[in-house]
C-alpha cells in the first residue's frame, strides 16, 4: 500500500504543473486583444455594446454596464459619429478612390487634348500620359490619407478616452481600427488587456528625469499637442458645483470635460448649454504622475488602433534587456508615449 501511495505523488506532481502552465497561458498577458465586435454592416456602422460586454465576460471581465455600455454609446453611439465612422472607413476611401481617379483622368484629358492634333498616334500617347498623371495624383492623395490615419483622430480615439478611463480599472483598454478585407470593410471595436501601472511608473520615472529641463518639456508638449483642441458642449454650473468639482483630487478628475459635465446635477436646463474649447495638452504645473497619467489616455486609443493594425512605428534603438517588457508587441504604450511627445 505505501508503495502505491508513494507512486501517486510521484505521478500527481507533472499533471499540478501542467495545469499551471495551461492556466498562464489561457491568462491575458499585456497587448493581447480579448474581444472584438465588427458592425453589421459598414454602411450603417454601430456596434452591439452589450455583445461585447457578453465576450468580456466569458473571459472573466467582470465590467458593470456603466463603465462599458454607458460611455461606449456617449462615445461611439452619436449620429454625427456613425457618419463620420462611415465617410472615415478604408472601404469608403478605396472607393472614392476610384471615382478620384475617373475625375482626375477626366479633368487633365479634357485640360490639354486641346494642344494635340487629331493623329491616332497621339491619342494614345494622350490616354497614356493623362492615366499616369491621374495614377500619380491618386496615388499621392491615398498616401496623405494613410499617414494621416496614423495620427490621433478627434473623432474617435478621443471620444475613446474617457471610455478608457472607466476600463482602465479592469485592466483593458479600447480602440476602432478598420481595413478592407477581401473587398469588404471591416470596421472593429477593439478590447485589449492592459495593465497601466508599470506604463504609469515608466513614464513617471521619465519625466523625473527630465524635470531639471522642465521647459523643454513644455515646449515638446506644445509643440506635438497644441493642435488637440476639443470644441464641447458645457452647462453653467452653479458656484456650489464649481467649488464641489475643484474640491476633487486631481487623479480623480475626469480627463475630458464631457466627463465633468456629466457629475453635475441633471436638474440644470439644456438652454445654458456654452461652447468651450478643451485642451488635451497637461498642465506642467501639475505633478508628474498626474501628467504621465493623462498622456496615457490621451494616446491610449490611439495605440490601440495601431497595436491591432500592425502600424506601430519601430522600437528605438535600445541595449539589450533595456526594454520595459509590458507587453508583447514592438513597442509597449509607455515607450510609444514617450516616443510621440517626449522625444
Not at 26 to 51: E, K, L, N, Y
Not at 129 to 145: D, E, K, P
Not at 159 to 177: I, P
Amino acid at each position: 500500500g505505501s508503495v502505491m501511495e508513494r507512486k501517486e505523488v510521484m505521478l500527481n506532481p507533472p499533471q499540478d504543473s501542467q495545469s499551471r502552465q495551461e492556466n498562464q497561458a489561457q491568462r491575458p498577458h499585456g497587448g493581447m486583444c480579448v474581444a472584438s465586435v465588427s458592425t453589421s454592416t459598414w454602411i450603417t456602422p454601430t456596434f452591439d455594446f452589450s455583445h461585447c460586454r457578453t465576450l468580456l465576460e466569458t473571459k472573466g471581465f467582470q465590467i458593470p454596464a456603466e463603465d462599458f455600455e454607458g460611455p461606449l454609446r456617449l462615445a461611439l453611439d452619436h449620429p454625427s459619429v456613425r457618419r463620420y465612422l462611415l465617410f472615415n472607413s478604408n472601404i469608403f476611401n478605396v472607393i472614392m478612390a476610384s471615382v478620384l481617379y475617373v475625375v482626375l483622368w477626366c479633368a487633365v484629358y479634357s485640360t490639354i487634348h486641346m494642344y494635340l492634333d487629331g493623329s491616332t498616334a497621339e491619342f494614345w500617347v494622350l490616354c497614356l500620359c493623362v492615366s499616369l498623371v491621374s495614377v500619380i495624383l491618386t496615388s499621392a492623395i491615398n498616401l496623405i490619407f494613410h499617414y494621416s490615419n496614423r495620427e490621433i483622430n478627434m473623432n474617435t480615439d478621443v471620444r475613446l478616452v474617457g471610455v478608457n478611463e472607466h476600463t482602465v480599472r479592469h485592466k483593458l483598454l479600447l480602440g476602432v481600427a478598420d481595413w478592407v478585407q477581401k473587398c469588404r470593410g471591416n470596421l472593429q471595436l477593439f478590447c485589449v488587456y492592459w495593465d497601466l501601472s508599470p506604463c504609469l511608473i515608466s513614464l513617471t520615472e521619465a519625466l523625473n528625469d527630465t524635470s531639471f529641463v522642465r521647459d523643454q518639456v513644455q515646449n515638446k508638449l506644445k509643440k506635438r499637442m497644441s493642435h488637440l483642441v476639443l470644441v464641447t458642449e458645457v452647462t453653467t454650473l452653479d458656484p456650489e458645483t464649481g467649488v464641489q468639482d475643484e474640491e476633487l483630487p486631481e487623479e480623480e478628475q475626469p480627463l475630458l470635460v464631457e466627463g465633468r459635465e456629466r457629475s453635475a446635477s441633471t436638474s440644470q436646463r439644456e438652454d445654458s448649454k456654452l461652447t468651450k474649447n478643451f485642451s488635451l495638452m497637461p498642465d506642467t504645473t501639475l505633478s508628474n504622475q498626474v501628467i504621465a497619467q493623462q498622456l496615457l489616455m490621451t494616446y491610449s486609443a490611439l495605440y490601440v488602433r495601431l497595436l491591432v493594425s500592425n502600424k506601430l512605428p519601430a522600437p528605438p534603438q535600445r541595449p539589450t534587456g533595456a526594454g520595459k517588457n509590458h507587453s508583447t508587441s514592438c513597442l509597449c504604450l509607455c515607450e510609444y508615449v514617450e516616443l510621440k511627445v517626449l522625444r
